[in-house]
């Protein structure tokens, strides 16, 4: 089943899902994140808030930064897209991850089998492409499962049952781990019935539903991390304030007083909140 091509299975069972159709649906599903990240960027004005914020931290910078911008930006790709560092759980992290690289790897050895290979049957279509797309279905179904039994907030720490849903906040991860869990159940049946439909239906709802859900949410995060981290290497820092190290010496020098009320270091606060996992809100 892992090294077969169900796409190309699929157009020899049926006579009206030819790859014509197939590509087109491909086609029509990223026009729809597109159309709907527009559409979600003009109703938030989420690009009017991220020039305007800019701008006025402008007003606050200490130095010229831009010849930082090329690292900054390479540093916000390694660190918050690749590896999702702001993630300070390991376990969410680790979920996050498994989703993330899931759905990439299923989304495109999808896109691979429907345009390279849609009617290469058998051995025609090399083996590693199907195997990288169950891969994918099953990362993301795992990742995607852990989050939602284990690791959501209302479920973790509020005590919420897993099959509490908000249709407007669970939209994305349920259209997302609905479009996994059905290709799995289709590729496994072989076959062109019930599990097909549910997967078709729960792709159009994950890629059609951008404007509702919070798919287009993973475009922002990356550049909220960009600008955050141009205002930190310009000096306006959000306007946060510059807290020194209170052990070096020229604090020390600074401050004299620093020392006569903490001692030469900081006093030992034991392990806090660090003693266990932040489950309490």
Not at 24 to 35: G, P, S, T
Not at 87 to 115: D, E
Not at 191 to 215: E, T
Request: glycine share 6%; with cysteine.
């Amino acid at each position: 089943m892992i090294t077969t091509n169900p796409f190309a299975e699929l157009t020899a069972v049926s006579n009206y899902i030819t790859p014509s159709v197939m590509q087109w649906f491909v086609v029509l599903m990223v026009a729809f994140v597109i159309i709907g990240t527009i559409l979600d960027v003009m109703h938030k004005k989420s690009a009017k808030y991220f020039y305007e914020y800019e701008e006025k931290m402008k007003r606050y910078a200490k130095r010229d930064a831009s010849s930082q911008n090329a690292s900054l930006l390479a540093q916000t790709i390694t660190s918050e897209v690749l590896t999702s560092s702001e993630f300070s759980n390991p376990k969410r992290r680790m979920s996050h991850l498994l989703t993330m690289y899931g759905f990439i790897l299923f989304a495109v050895t999808t896109a691979i089998m429907i345009f390279a290979y849609p009617e290469a049957r058998g051995d025609a279509t090399p083996s590693i492409w199907p195997l990288l797309w169950h891969l994918g279905a099953l990362m993301l179904c795992i990742g995607g499962y852990w989050f939602w039994f284990a690791i959501r907030v209302d479920v973790f720490s509020e005590g919420h049952k897993w099959y509490e849903i908000d249709p407007k906040e669970d939209m994305f991860v349920l259209s997302l781990l609905f479009t996994g869990t059905f290709a799995l159940l289709w590729s496994l049946t072989n076959g062109y019935g019930l599990f097909f439909v549910l997967f078709v239906l729960s792709a159009i709802a994950l890629f059609a539903g951008v404007y509702w859900s919070k798919f287009a949410h993973m475009f922002f995060k990356p550049a909220a991390a960009y600008q955050k981290k141009k205002f930190w290497a310009d000096g306006s820092r959000e306007r946060l304030p510059d807290v020194p190290d209170l052990t070096s010496a020229e604090t020390k020098e600074r401050f004299p007083d620093i020392p006569k009320y903490m001692g030469e270091n900081p006093p030992n606060m034991g392990d806090g909140i660090r003693r266990e996992p932040p489950n309490h809100y």
